[in-house]
């Protein structure tokens, strides 16, 4: 999972809002990206909680928390970390091993009155056979070797595909058993009825 300003990409995308930072204009390069010189204002991640999830064998880092951070600078002003974030009880398993939480640093020359974040919280996440986090996730993310009887297929085996009384808000499956309400998907949202449409007569000219 990516978690960098302004989003989250990968196993899991999740993208928080901040509308309050409006990037610094005045003297941007013109560039293929931007003719006009002027930087657009992006939603910044955060209040976002990952909780609960496992992940194996993933190639690159299993978290990256502000992985596009100054990514094109000047041109472009990705400098607002995901802020006020939680990670907590997540299994990351790296039987291959490697880096497994990655943090970006944020840079001393950018003013705080841009960049001003709440610290991410980190609690109880394990690491199984990756690199130990680097501060200040450390404290909340355990490494430890993989265990010794460990195989992805016992691993996979515990887990279930989610019914609709998994999914969702309490009140909306109180309403669906109810018959309060139909549960939309991919089909009853079609804007085409069962069968396809109809077609039209054409008329003489």
């Not at 974030?85 to 790296?94: K, L, P």
């Not at 355990?142 to 297929?153: F, Q, T």
């Not at 609709?164 to 085409?192: D, I, M, T, Y």
């Amino acid at each position: 999972m990516r978690l960098r300003p302004p989003h989250l990409r990968g196993r899991v995308r999740r993208l928080g809002a901040d509308p309050a930072y409006v990037p610094h204009e005045k003297d941007k390069a013109t560039s293929a990206r931007n003719a006009t010189g002027v930087v657009s204002a992006y939603l910044r991640s955060s209040k976002v909680t990952i909780s609960a999830n496992v992940i194996i064998g993933s190639k690159g880092p299993d978290l990256e928390v502000g992985s596009d951070y100054k990514k094109h600078w000047p041109e472009e002003q990705l400098v607002l970390l995901p802020s006020d974030c939680e990670f907590s009880g997540n299994r990351f398993i790296r039987p291959a091993g490697g880096t497994s939480v990655e943090l970006a640093t944020p840079d001393p020359k950018i003013p705080a009155t841009i960049s001003q974040q709440t610290p991410n919280r980190y609690r109880e996440n394990i690491l199984w056979g990756g690199k130990p986090a680097p501060a200040p996730a450390e404290a909340g993310c355990k490494a430890m070797p993989m265990p010794a009887n460990w195989s992805e297929a016992k691993e996979l085996s515990g887990f279930h595909p989610l019914t609709r009384a998994e999914v969702g808000p309490s009140w909306g499956n109180a309403h669906r058993l109810a018959g309060k309400f139909e549960v939309e998907n991919g089909l009853s949202c079609s804007r085409q009825p069962e069968g396809g449409s109809k077609k039209k007569k054409s008329k003489a000219k």
